[in-house]
T-cell receptor, first 116, second 115 residues
Framework: EAGVTQFPSHSVIEKGQTVTLRCDPI?????LYWYRRVMGKEIKFLLH????????ESGMPNNRFLAERTGGTYSTLKVQPAELEDSGVYFC??????????????FGAGTRLSVL | QQQVKQSPQSLIVQKGGIPIINCAYENTAFDYFPWYQQFPGKGPALLIAIRPDVSEKKEGRFTISFNKSAKQFSLHIMDSQPGDSATYFC??????????????FGKGTLLTVNP
């Protein structure tokens, strides 16, 4: 079974440019989460989808960040325009949904975003 | 405000030693406490998890100890091996009564096990 896939693995962009990160969750997982780790800090929650609906986007830093989940399958996270403080590693995780073991979140390898 | 505090930031032990990583939380709504292990270039992978109805859980060489009254939990690695060298994250989330089980993470501990 394929795991959570993220790409690109690394993106280097200039301040002011736009970047789109993609996450393909494990097939059949209704829940999809985005997290971010800024250097030296903890991994922080950004938002949560259940199928194609945003369940919680309380962790989104500001309106330069836009997340979508087309048809409840893959998800994209767009940063427009990118700022220096957006640099970090963006993780995607998915889970089947439900309580107990069904809530285990499986993480992708992350996208390292460097804004210069 | 950091809701899950993790220490130490880094830890070096010799092979066979027992590294201990500690975490403390504040939010009493948390009732699921996983530990994730991350190797360079990989994403965090669930290592072991505990719920507050037990004080200890053991899986292989990894043990979680949980103190509900103190709101603290810790990871012990028995007979540590060089292959255990990785970054370890503690985390917490609510695990019932809703559908959003977003994880709140500690800052991570970089463990190095020397041969």
């Amino acid at each position: 079974e394929a795991g959570v896939t993220q790409f690109p693995s690394h993106s280097v962009i200039e301040k002011g440019q736009t970047v789109t990160l993609r996450c393909d969750p494990i097939s059949g997982h209704d829940n999809l989460y985005w997290y971010r780790r800024v250097m030296g800090k903890e991994i922080k929650f950004l938002l949560h989808f259940v199928k194609e609906s945003k369940q919680d986007e309380s962790g989104m830093p500001n309106n330069r960040f836009l997340a979508e989940r087309t048809g409840g399958t893959y998800s994209t996270l767009k940063v427009q325009p990118a700022e220096l403080e957006d640099s970090g590693v963006y993780f995607c995780a998915s889970s089947p949904g439900g309580e107990g073991e069904k809530n285990i979140q499986y993480f992708g390898a992350g996208t390292r975003l460097s804004v210069l | 405000q950091q809701q899950v505090k993790q220490s130490p930031q880094s830890l070096i032990v010799q092979k066979g030693g027992i590294p201990i990583i500690n975490c403390a939380y504040e939010n009493t709504a948390f009732d699921y406490f996983p530990w994730y292990q991350q190797f360079p270039g990989k994403g965090p992978a669930l290592l072991i998890a505990i719920r507050p109805d037990v004080s200890e859980k053991k899986e292989g060489r990894f043990t979680i100890s949980f103190n509900k009254s103190a709101k603290q939990f810790s990871l012990h690695i028995m007979d540590s091996q060089p292959g255990d060298s990785a970054t370890y994250f503690c985390a917490a989330s609510p695990n019932s009564g809703g559908s959003n089980y977003k994880l709140t993470f500690g800052k991570g501990t970089l463990l190095t096990v020397n041969p």
